[in-house]
Structure formats: structure tokens, C-alpha cells
């Protein structure tokens, strides 16, 4: 047989499977109740409204576009109408501003192959977004903390980069209802995240999957807004904005898109045409109809139910949690973070729980850039109803308190 591993890039020592996409195996068990994946529960897809446009399209010849080869820019009314929702939220463009990517993992993936040398570094959050880490390790970077309230000074961001072979690329974050933490960004925060990037002369990548997802407190502007606010066009900004549909209307058509500076989409044009060409245009098609008729709706109608199952499950863990677990109220999004005592190991006790309780999680340290973090857990509250939220919990309790260090 042929040995493939001496063929193999240097890099791909640096790809491991993602533990989330592992644990969504286990939700074909009847008996699972899974806390693990991102995902939200398809009862609430607006199917009525996706069946509709997909019958329109193939009534009144819009087929033969739609099954046709298109632009790598993507499906020009879409980008329209994102460009409108952009505004609306701080940031004029146009849809020469925003690139459709095949969902926003895409986007991520592709900025870091913009971006990234190997040997550079990327500021990311500890911990932060698993799937960003899995796309930005293909590009062979070093890793330094973001942190809005403990930065370290430019210059020492700037010699520890030097010390690592390369220089500052970009700065990622998530500023509202963080995965995995749910946690959401202060103005303080976010204006310090800019000037630490405008000192670094670096870009500033804005993961805005869940921005909106929120439940309650006051919005806050998107870093874009913000930069725009500062330099007073789309054009001079340094954020680059990743916005998908998979929390909204539905994941399984794979869009997301990019919202950035001209030059910037004009590069990513070039990563699209050699990668996928342009994704899928009868899909694309089907969403802008969609998105046209009904996104505000649907997103008023999931906010409140996943509203009422965050507080569900917060209640839950009240009831059922021994002394010694924390964990944070999201004002919006999918996630609850959970922190153990430190001598507990989150990876082992999934592996019992999986088993012995029949309940799903995401151990913590598969988010940080270190593997640090192993006390720490990841909970997704949008795929289960009230009654499975509670019954798992109170599973995943007992079992807590079970391990726990002064229960040997």
C-alpha cells in the first residue's frame, strides 16, 4: 500500500478533526441528548417560506440561472440585500464591499489563507472559535492572546512575533455572544481591540455569526461600525466583517459572506475562483428570496425561543449543578460556558458522560489555541426543547458530582 505520509504538506501535521463534527455523530442515538453542536433546531427553519422560493424558481424560468455556473462575487441581488442589512447596522457599502462564501467557516478559511505566512502570528481570543483555530492551523501561524482588558503593548506584540518568524497579521474576534463563552464585547473592549490593531498597523477580523441572536441589554455597534465611525468610509477601514445565514434561516444551504474594504473582496474574488469557482448559485437564489420575505420574522420568532430555552437551561443548572461549577448569563446567541473546579478533567468526563449518562458536550480545551482549558466546558442550549435541557442537565449534574475532588 501506498505510505501517503511522506507525501503529505508540512502542514498537514497541523490539521486535527474537529471534536464538535466528531460528537454530531453521536446524535443519531435516541438516547443521547447532545449539548454539543452549533446547532440550531431545525423545527424553527422557515421550511414554508425555503419551498415556496424553490417552486418559484423553477415555475418562471429562473432555473436555468440558478443551475448555471455565476460570478465568484456571488448572486448580485443577495449581496444587495446584505448590503442593506450592513447599513442598517452602521455600515454603508455596496455589494462591491460584500463576497458570498460558503458559509462564514469559509470566510475564515480564506482570510487566513490571505493573510497568513507561515511563521506570522494571529491575536485570538483564550479561549475562542474552534473552527477558526482549525482554519488558520493550515497556514502554519503562532498564536498570541487578544485579551480587551490585559493587551500587551504593540512593540511586545510586535518582538513576540519576531521571536516566532514572522510579524502581526490580524486580530480575530467575536463581539457579541463569543463561541464557545457567550460572552459579548464592551465599547470599551471593542475601541481598545481598534487602537491595539491601528498601533499594529494589523486587520481586525470580526466574526459576526451570532450578532443577531440577541435576547436582551443593548446592542452595540459591530467593530465596523465602529472603525467607519473613525475613518469615515468602508474604504479606509481595517475590520473585516464575517456575517452568515446558518444561524438565521438555515445551515444547510452553506452561506455566509464577507463585508470588507474593496481591495480586500478584490483578493478574495481571486481565493474563490481558484477554490470553488462560486458557491452555489441555485442556493444563493433561493436565500435572497427568502431573506427578502421573511428574515425579520425569523429572527424575532427563534430570539424568543431561544431566549426561553437559555433561561431554561440557566435554571437548570441552578437546580441541578453542585458548588463549585460557574458559568456566565449570554445576553444572546447558543452557548453557555461552563468552568469545573481546576483539578477537573473535561475531556475525561465527556468520555463518561457520552457513555455512562447519555449526554453530549464540548470539552473546553479543543477552543484554546494552547490546550489549555481542560476544566472547561462548551453547552449549546438551541437544539434541545425544555424538557430534554432539563433532563440532561440533571444527568450531566449527578455525574459532576460524582467526579468532583472531594467526592473520592
Given at each position: 500500500m501506498t505510505d501517503w505520509a511522506h507525501l503529505y504538506a508540512d502542514r498537514s501535521k497541523r490539521m486535527g478533526a474537529s471534536e464538535i463534527r466528531e460528537l454530531l455523530k453521536l446524535l443519531d442515538q435516541p438516547d443521547m441528548i447532545s449539548f454539543a453542536g452549533g446547532i440550531p433546531d431545525p423545527a424553527l427553519f422557515?421550511?414554508?417560506?425555503?419551498?415556496?422560493?424553490?417552486?418559484?424558481?423553477?415555475?418562471?424560468?429562473?432555473?436555468?440561472?440558478?443551475?448555471?455556473?455565476?460570478?465568484?462575487e456571488g448572486y448580485k441581488p443577495l449581496r444587495d440585500w446584505i448590503a442593506g442589512q450592513m447599513a442598517a447596522i452602521g455600515v454603508p457599502c455596496s455589494a462591491e464591499n460584500i463576497i458570498i462564501t460558503s458559509g462564514a467557516q469559509q470566510a475564515v478559511d480564506y482570510l487566513g489563507k490571505l493573510f497568513l505566512s507561515a511563521g506570522d502570528t494571529a491575536l485570538v481570543g483564550w479561549p475562542t472559535y474552534l473552527g477558526a483555530l482549525q482554519a488558520f492551523n493550515a497556514y502554519e501561524p503562532?498564536?498570541?492572546?487578544?485579551?480587551?482588558?490585559?493587551?500587551?503593548?504593540?512593540?511586545?506584540?510586535?518582538?513576540?512575533?519576531?521571536?516566532?518568524?514572522?510579524?502581526?497579521?490580524?486580530?480575530?474576534?467575536?463581539?457579541?455572544?463569543?463561541?464557545?463563552?457567550?460572552?459579548?464585547?464592551?465599547?470599551?473592549?471593542?475601541?481598545?481591540?481598534?487602537?491595539?490593531?491601528?498601533?499594529?498597523?494589523?486587520?481586525?477580523?470580526?466574526?459576526?455569526?451570532?450578532?443577531?441572536?440577541?435576547?436582551?441589554?443593548?446592542?452595540?455597534?459591530?467593530?465596523?461600525?465602529?472603525?467607519?465611525?473613525?475613518?469615515?468610509?468602508?474604504?479606509?477601514?481595517?475590520?473585516?466583517?464575517?456575517?452568515?445565514?446558518?444561524?438565521?434561516?438555515?445551515?444547510?444551504?452553506?452561506?455566509?459572506?464577507?463585508?470588507?474594504?474593496?481591495?480586500?473582496?478584490?483578493?478574495?474574488?481571486?481565493?474563490?475562483?481558484?477554490?470553488?469557482?462560486?458557491?452555489?448559485?441555485?442556493?444563493?437564489?433561493?436565500?435572497?428570496?427568502?431573506?427578502?420575505?421573511?428574515?425579520?420574522?425569523?429572527?424575532?420568532?427563534?430570539?424568543?425561543?431561544?431566549?426561553?430555552?437559555?433561561?431554561?437551561?440557566?435554571?437548570?443548572?441552578?437546580?441541578?449543578?453542585?458548588?463549585?461549577?460557574?458559568?456566565?448569563?449570554?445576553?444572546?446567541?447558543?452557548?453557555?460556558?461552563?468552568?469545573?473546579?481546576?483539578?477537573?478533567?473535561?475531556?475525561?468526563?465527556?468520555?463518561?458522560s457520552v457513555t455512562s449518562a447519555k449526554v453530549a458536550f464540548v470539552p473546553g480545551h479543543a477552543f484554546f489555541a494552547d490546550g489549555s482549558g481542560q476544566n472547561c466546558m462548551r453547552l449549546n442550549f438551541t437544539s434541545c426543547g425544555p424538557d430534554r435541557i432539563e433532563e440532561g442537565i440533571a444527568r450531566l449534574g449527578r455525574l459532576i458530582a460524582e467526579r468532583m475532588p472531594w467526592a473520592a
Open positions: 422557515p421550511a414554508d417560506a425555503f419551498k415556496q422560493a424553490f417552486e418559484d424558481l423553477f415555475s418562471d424560468g429562473g432555473h436555468q440561472t440558478a443551475l448555471q455556473y455565476s460570478v465568484s503562532a498564536y498570541q492572546r487578544l485579551d480587551p482588558f490585559a493587551n500587551m503593548s504593540a512593540q511586545a506584540y510586535r518582538e513576540t512575533a519576531a521571536a516566532a518568524g514572522g510579524a502581526v497579521k490580524f486580530a480575530y474576534t467575536s463581539a457579541d455572544f463569543a463561541n464557545p463563552t457567550g460572552e459579548t464585547l464592551t465599547l470599551d473592549a471593542r475601541n481598545g481591540i481598534l487602537d491595539l490593531a491601528g498601533d499594529l498597523d494589523i486587520a481586525v477580523i470580526e466574526d459576526a455569526a451570532y450578532q443577531s441572536l440577541r435576547f436582551d441589554g443593548e446592542a452595540l455597534p459591530p467593530l465596523m461600525a465602529l472603525d467607519i465611525a473613525r475613518c469615515g468610509d468602508i474604504e479606509a477601514t481595517r475590520t473585516i466583517y464575517c456575517g452568515s445565514f446558518s444561524k438565521t434561516l438555515s445551515p444547510g444551504l452553506r452561506l455566509g459572506w464577507v463585508c470588507a474594504a474593496t481591495p480586500v473582496i478584490q483578493k478574495l474574488v481571486l481565493i474563490k475562483q481558484a477554490s470553488d469557482l462560486n458557491s452555489s448559485t441555485l442556493n444563493q437564489m433561493v436565500m435572497a428570496k427568502v431573506a427578502m420575505s421573511c428574515f425579520e420574522e425569523q429572527v424575532t420568532r427563534i430570539r424568543k425561543v431561544y431566549s426561553e430555552r437559555r433561561d431554561h437551561m440557566l435554571a437548570a443548572l441552578e437546580r441541578h449543578m453542585p458548588a463549585g461549577v460557574t458559568w456566565g448569563r449570554p445576553e444572546g446567541g447558543m452557548f453557555l460556558w461552563l468552568q469545573l473546579p481546576e483539578a477537573m478533567d473535561a475531556g475525561a468526563l465527556m468520555e463518561q
